[in-house]
């Protein structure tokens, strides 16, 4: 445009000098006409070099260009595998005081405490990964297998072998470890189990050893009068961790001074007291995250209501937030007794419930669905209920009849979830409580330990359509046992019995797949003659070899 308006400029000054009539100027005349024909020059010689200047840019244009600015695919390139490690949170303890209000000292166990750790890991072409049990300290403890040559072109299906460590005793963190084989991460898991016949721990409470994350939830802890919830964290990487944490109560978030930039050191635990952070919250979930290091993070839970143990558990994290998710493992008791309980005051906690926690900003209008061993039962108000954004919600479950249930949540908003499990019916005898977390559907090839004493089952629930379970004992010889097989209706729950022995030697766990529609599985743990309870969701498959796109250019 100004190359433009500036040769107009040059046209009409010329043009006018044209008209001129022939005099003879005076000197000043003379020395402003020079002066406008000598701008008249400058600009034109401007305008000739700026043409010039846009003649070479439009030729330059015309060249080939340049082979590093063409599109190239992108490649795909292989993730090399890494080790399956598994966090096994230590023995339950008594707090026994704070420091600065977060972290705790824990007095000793009780005299009938006790804790182990039963895990597996499967054989890949015939070959058994390397493998150990050890300490947070990397002190191994058990060595589960050795490192063996990684397994060749087999002609053939080969046999599934398992290595095991069975019962074995802890009194702190632990860590299950498998080297990938072949570039496949190794499929391995591993539970803790915690026993209690007298103090105010009295209970069962077991975890599975957990698969360290820098994004986790963890929903049911409560920090009202008798309710004890210590959040504990563990580096097992070699980088530190800085975490941080969002609480969510009744009312809404809790902006709680203290709860960001925690450090936690490598190859340490930190364990955080709740009630230091949100007190008196009925309800309470933690969304965690980390920077740096991923961490496994459990809350240790229990309840004393006056001198009267109320159960101890540990809540693991459930599924990410979606807008559905779906606990098995649910086991209610006859709807008369728990009505007259929980209608007894500092017992309203004592009945089966379903949490939900929405963290965005809008409301969540919420499905909730019970599937027992004969289909679906009835919830009141139809199952659906208003949960408000940013808060945790109850949904009482009481009132089916007695049983293992599943309970499904659907919504149209994200959100988290996990479902309470009582069991004990007299205000004046020691009860339990646990946890069921939200799970995933299940795959091909889970490996689920199932730790030794007490009453076992498997429960499986299955959502829209019919779905086939096939599951393998694996025995404390290191074998896997023929597979069986559960077909199971759409909309009911199922549940399996577990053998103390398989072929004469101890079960020690189970390989799980599934086919059909959506199934999803957990272990129920009980004790016989005792109101204890334990409900663990079926963790994730080991992840098959994974690739990245990779585009190169500079």
Known sequence: MRNTSTSAEASEASG??????????????????????????SLASAAVVIAGAGAVVAAGSALPQPVSSRAVPAGESAVPAGSSVGVCPGPARLLEGTEAGTDPQFSPESETAASSVTGAVLSAGGVLPASRLSELSGTTTVEIAKEQAQPGAAEGPQELLAGVVARRSVDQVSILSADALANQKASAAAAMKFTATDG??????????????NDQWLVGASTTVGRTSVLVLTNASTTPATVSLELFGAAGQIQAPGSRGLLVAPGTSRPVVLAGLAPGEGQLSVHVRSAGGPVAAVIQQSVLRGLTPGGVDFITPGAAPAVRQVMTGVDIQDPGQVAQLTGRSGYEDAGPTLQLTVPGPSDAVVEVKLYGRDGQKALPNGGVITAKAGTATEVPLAGAPAGHYTVVASSDVTFVAAARVTRGLQDNRAADVAWAASGV??????VVPVPQGGQRHLVFGALDNRATITYSAITADGKVRAASTADIAGGTTASIAIP?????SDVVGYVVSASGDAAYG?????????????????????????????????
């Open 200 to 213: 105010d721990l009295q209970g069962t409470a077991a975890a599975n050893c957990l698969q360290p994350a």
């Open 441 to 446: 559907r299940l795959g091909s090839q889970h």
């Open 16 to 41: 006018s000098t044209a008209v001129e009539p022939p005099q003879s100027p005076g000197p000043a005349k003379r020395s402003a006409a020079k002066g406008r024909k000598a701008l008249l020059s």
């Open 522 to 554: 957990a272990l129920l743990l009980q004790q016989d003659g005792r109101d204890d309870i334990s409900s663990l969701a079926f963790l994730s498959a080991a992840a098959g070899q994974e690739t990245v796109p990779v585009t190169l250019s500079y």
């Open 500 to 504: 103390e022995k398989a072929e004469d």
